[in-house]
């Protein structure tokens, strides 16, 4: 739980920073001059601080380890249960995470998120075709990460309302979309994940069910 958790946050995060500077370079004249600078400097910071943190990850999470029980003693007794509890899951994690094989670490997981993230832009370029507003796949793939940004971060309400479409809006503002585009879009498509996730819910429900049945 934890740990796919932590790994697949860790693997989309970057993914998105590397999608969104192949979209940059494809697309930055095509930008504002000063925001093209702004957005490459702060992507290039983004994924440089993400990879040194990736390949560092069995280190920090060694130190998370030692450091967080004794850091709890600050916060008294129930400061200390949580901080050990947030310890043990750092070493479970890091335990997990060197039993992956390079191949899996560096090849497998990365391309498979790649993928992903590849697919989810590529649904929301098709929604916004849809819906009349075509300003070419990797300007959208740009102007949509604002959502997928503001969904990697820990700061969604429940479906994600509101948080969804403020990093929509912004996004696509950002690149040129008219605001009240932006903004309607951001409903409509948010509306559209929803449905999808329920579609893919009972479909699994009705498999886990029809499984159940047989081995009766």
């Given amino acids: 739980g934890t740990f796919s958790w932590v790994v697949v946050r860790i693997y989309d995060v970057l993914s998105v920073a590397i999608l969104m500077l192949l979209s940059l370079a494809v697309v ?39 450091w967080l029980p004794s850091c709890g003693r600050v916060f008294g007794a129930r400061g200390m249960s949580l901080a050990r509890r947030l310890g043990l899951a750092a070493d479970h994690v890091r335990e997990q995470l060197l039993a992956l094989t390079a191949r899996q670490r560096y090849l497998v997981l990365p391309v498979t998120s790649l993928l992903n993230q590849t697919s989810v832009y590529a649904f929301f370029y098709l929604a916004m075709r849809f819906l009349g507003i075509d300003i070419g796949f990797f300007l959208n793939m740009l102007a949509s990460s604002g959502e997928l940004i503001t969904g990697l971060l820990p700061i969604n309400m429940v479906g994600s309302v509101g948080t969804l479409e403020a990093g929509w809006a912004a996004g696509y503002v950002l690149c040129g979309v008219n605001r009240v585009d932006a903004i309607a879009t951001g409903f409509v498509v948010h509306g559209l994940i929803l449905l999808s996730f329920l579609v893919i ?15 009766r």
């Fill in 201 to 215: 819910s009972l479909l699994g429900m009705a498999y886990l069910m029809a499984a159940r049945s047989l081995r």
């Fill in 28 to 66: 930055h004249a095509e930008l504002l001059p000063g925001v093209a600078v702004v957005l490459g400097y702060a992507l290039f910071a983004v994924t440089v601080v993400l990879l040194v943190a990736f390949f560092s990850l069995p280190l920090i999470l060694r130190i998370a380890g030692r």
